[in-house]
């Protein structure tokens, strides 16, 4: 079984500031990542994930991940943040033997603020 | 095109009482996933269908949660005898072929359940 822990529960940022969102997984096996992101009354939508190859992945609306084997973690980053990025994020694992099943982290509520 | 959408988007019950939740996935996607989100967590799996039949459905707490999706398109999930801990955000997901890392779930807006 795998785990997905958050660091931060909740980040507040100001428009055009940097942020970063920290996850970090436990796993016995190797693991696919994912990042999701949740808007105000929406569903949630895949942003980015990493399943093999480059560590450093590039998904939507500007953000970008790298997986750190070593550390198992998976931190998502944009340089700068919009107001329209408030929102929840999500970071998600699964293993490779039943990759379908994803396993969640609490998630990290974004306030950006202008 | 169409999303994969939940009704009701609300559902409020008394402890004790059966409920249904409908999930339409995305036209043509042939793997269908329920999870469960409890207030300030993340979602949880429960089950997973690859056409009519749940290939997983490891997710599922116990005997009262029961889902079906006879005709490999909509699926509903069932709950006997709920209870408030049953309250939470219940989502469906739906994605294309058979369901792997590779094949992005779409998630709906999810059902909010209530137990009184």
């Known amino acids: 079984a795998q785990s997905v822990t958050q660091l931060d529960s909740q980040v507040p940022v100001f428009e055009e500031a940097p942020v970063e969102l920290r996850c970090n997984y436990s796993s016995s096996v190797s693991v696919y990542l994912f990042w999701y992101v949740q808007y105000p009354n929406q569903g949630l939508q895949l942003l980015l994930k990493y399943l093999s190859g480059s560590t450093l992945v590039k998904g939507i609306n500007g953000f970008e991940a790298e997986f750190n084997k070593s550390q198992t973690s998976f931190h998502l980053r944009k340089p700068s943040v919009h107001i329209s990025d408030t929102a929840e994020y999500f970071c998600a694992v699964s293993d490779l033997r039943n990759d379908y099943k994803l396993s969640f982290g609490a998630g990290t509520t974004v306030t950006v603020r202008a | 095109g169409a999303g994969v959408s939940q009704t009701p988007s609300n559902k409020v019950t008394e402890k004790g009482k059966y409920v249904e939740l409908r999930c339409d996935p995305i036209?043509?996607?042939?793997?269908l996933y329920w999870y469960r989100q409890s207030l300030g967590q993340g979602p949880e799996f429960l089950i997973y269908f690859q056409g009519t039949g749940a290939a997983d459905d490891s997710g599922l707490p116990n005997d009262r949660f029961f889902a079906v999706r006879p005709e490999g398109s909509v699926s509903t999930l069932k709950i006997q005898r709920t209870e408030r801990g049953d309250s939470a955000v219940y989502l469906c997901?739906?994605?294309?072929?058979?369901?792997?890392?590779?094949?992005?779930?779409?998630f709906g807006p999810g059902t909010r359940l209530t137990v009184l």
């Open positions: 036209s043509g996607h042939t793997a």
């Open positions: 997901a739906s994605s294309e072929r058979p369901g792997t890392a590779y094949n992005e779930q779409f």
